[in-house]
């Protein structure tokens, strides 16, 4: 995963983001924020550049203090292809497995997903 700070592609991933409302609204309020200063302290992943499979959003890491609250590790997700959300969820260090987190995202497939990589590796997901 590759994060995103150049304030071109920021715009850009914006601008393509709001081509697929409301599916993407969870991680373009982000995108935005982002875009604009970020004083809530986010980051912009993407497994590619331009042509990403993947966005998540999240707390930047160093911001995290507890390693339990779920609520503090909220990662929103748009996705074009489910296989990229399972790498995500399978094996990056995008989602640390070892804190609690929840994930943000509205689009179908997303729980089911979810559901079997975490069952594939045997976690609790909620």
Wanted: glycine share 8%; net charge negative.
């Amino acid at each position: 995963m590759q994060i995103l700070r150049c304030p071109a592609q920021l715009h850009l991933l914006e601008e393509t983001l709001r081509n697929s409302l409301p599916t993407t609204l969870p991680v373009l309020g982000t995108v935005m924020t982002v875009a604009r200063g970020n004083p809530a302290a986010h980051e912009v992943l993407v497994d590619s550049w331009p042509n990403f499979g993947i966005v998540l959003t999240r707390l930047r890491p160093e911001e995290h203090k507890d390693p339990r609250d779920h609520y503090t590790n909220q990662l929103a997700v748009f996705y074009r292809d489910k296989g990229a959300l399972r790498a995500l969820l399978g094996g990056t260090e995008a989602a640390v497995q070892a804190r609690a987190f929840q994930i943000l995202g509205m689009q179908e497939g997303l729980d089911e997903a979810v559901q079997e990589v975490a069952g594939a590796k045997g976690l609790q997901v909620e």
